[in-house]
């Protein structure tokens, strides 16, 4: 199972909105609606910011929304603030018990 | 609250056996699948297997002829090991909280705190 697509990174100005974009397959994305985004800031492990393609943990700000159409799952980030820069990972499930994680993206806050 | 609590060591030799072992704390293991994903310095995340609450185990197919997650319910514990380890195995380890099966929701949402494993003589 290869892993997922993700750009290597991208910026956005405070305010803005960005879209990380997430590339897989019939036997990952495309099949389940298993797909969750994680932030992870330097120095700290991952934190779930959506699971189940859309969903928000509580304590979550509603600026962060996750949607997926076919195999790509998209996570976007509306009203970018400094705090927001950091690596983002997408993970799926995928066939026969398994999942698998994009390669990040390290988003910067202009 | 439930909290993660890992436990091992920081430095394995090459050829040896990694080990792991993270103890869940504040709740129960039951309904949920239980994970290692580990991070190489600079890199990516990477999910290495589960163990859920009946005990059955999968793997990462490109790690699989090499790891065993195992479940201990008398000690809310569950242990990773990782055979003839390479310093390609040297990386951030992590034990995490995934799947509710009750629920049907997916999501790495409790995670411990990381261990620095180093494979080297």
């Known amino acids: 199972?290869?892993?997922?697509?993700?750009?290597?990174?991208?910026?956005?100005?405070?305010?803005?909105?960005?879209?990380?974009s997430c590339t897989g397959t019939s036997s990952d994305?495309?099949?389940?609606?298993?797909?969750?985004w994680y932030q992870q800031h330097p120095g700290k492990a991952p934190k779930v910011i959506i699971f189940d393609v859309t969903k928000r943990p509580s304590g979550v700000p509603a600026r962060f929304s996750g949607s997926k159409?076919?195999?790509?799952?998209?996570?976007t980030i509306s009203g970018l603030q400094?705090?927001?820069?950091?690596d983002y990972y997408c993970c799926s499930y995928a066939v026969n018990?398994?999942?698998v994680?994009?390669?990040?993206?390290?988003?910067?806050?202009? | 609250q439930v909290?993660?609590?890992?436990?091992?060591?920081?430095?394995?030799?090459?050829?040896?056996?990694?080990?792991?072992?993270?103890?869940?704390?504040?709740?129960?293991?039951?309904?949920?699948?239980?994970?290692?994903?580990?991070?190489?310095?600079?890199?990516g995340l990477e999910w290495i297997g589960y163990v859920d609450y009946s005990g059955t185990s999968n793997y990462n197919p490109s790690l699989k002829s090499r790891v065993t997650i195992s479940l201990d319910m008398s000690k809310s514990q569950f242990s990773l090991k990782l055979t003839s380890a390479t310093a390609a195995d040297t990386a951030v380890y992590y034990c995490a909280r995934g799947f509710d099966?009750?629920?049907?929701?997916?999501?790495?949402?409790?995670w411990g705190q990381g261990t620095v494993i180093t494979v080297s003589a």
């Open chain 1, 29 to 36: 994305i495309g099949g389940y609606d298993f797909v969750s």
């Open chain 1, 1 to 20: 199972q290869s892993a997922l697509t993700q750009p290597r990174s991208l910026s956005g100005s405070p305010g803005q909105s960005v879209t990380i």
């Open chain 2, 101 to 110: 099966d009750s629920r049907g929701q997916d999501a790495f949402d409790l």
């Open chain 2, 3 to 43: 909290q993660l609590q890992q436990s091992g060591p920081g430095l394995v030799k090459p050829a040896e056996t990694l080990s792991l072992t993270c103890t869940v704390s504040g709740g129960s293991i039951s309904r949920y699948y239980w994970n290692f994903i580990r991070q190489p310095p600079g890199e």
């Open chain 1, 69 to 75: 159409s076919g195999n790509t799952a998209s996570l």
């Open chain 1, 97 to 99: 018990y398994i999942w």
């Open chain 1, 82 to 86: 400094a705090e927001d820069e950091a």
């Open chain 1, 101 to 110: 994680f994009g390669g990040g993206t390290k988003l910067t806050v202009l």
